[in-house]
């Protein structure tokens, strides 16, 4: 059974930090692109970024771009994301998602085949 769980979300003022991480078990780890979305109240579900297994190829939202990091430590098969320089549009529940991988990096929530439940992220102005 694939279980993907989130940590790492609170409240924090803004131009503050977090990291969030995402644990995954039950799959190989090594054959998924994960991903980072995060849905707002009343707003649909939105691409936030993603990485390949080997860490080399990410993919970042126009709006997280120079602000937020996401890397994979394989090892333990965990995902993360750094959040930099956060901003109250920032949030949103923030939800990891695991993509098997089929030679493209497809962004959207449709491609995934795993999710995890989710983890409140709150920026305060």
């Known amino acids: 059974q694939v279980q993907l769980v989130e940590s790492g979300g609170g409240l924090v003022q803004a131009g503050g930090s977090l990291r969030l991480s995402c644990a995954a078990s039950?799959?190989?780890?090594?054959?998924?692109?994960m991903g980072w979305f995060r849905q707002a109240p009343g707003k649909e579900r939105e691409f936030v970024a993603a990485?390949?297994?080997?860490?080399?190829?990410?993919r970042y939202a126009d709006s997280v771009k120079g602000r937020f990091t996401i890397s994979r430590d394989n090892a333990k098969n965990t995902v993360y994301l750094q959040m930099n320089n956060l901003k109250p549009e920032d949030t949103a529940v923030y939800y990891c998602?695991?993509?098997?991988?089929?030679?493209?990096?497809?962004?959207?929530?449709?491609?995934?085949?795993?999710w995890g439940q989710g983890t409140q992220v709150t920026v305060s102005s």
């Open positions: 039950g799959l190989t780890f090594s054959n998924y692109i």
């Open positions: 990485i390949r297994w080997s860490g080399a190829s990410t």
């Open positions: 998602g695991a993509d098997f991988d089929r030679g493209q990096m497809v962004l959207t929530t449709t491609r995934y085949d795993h």
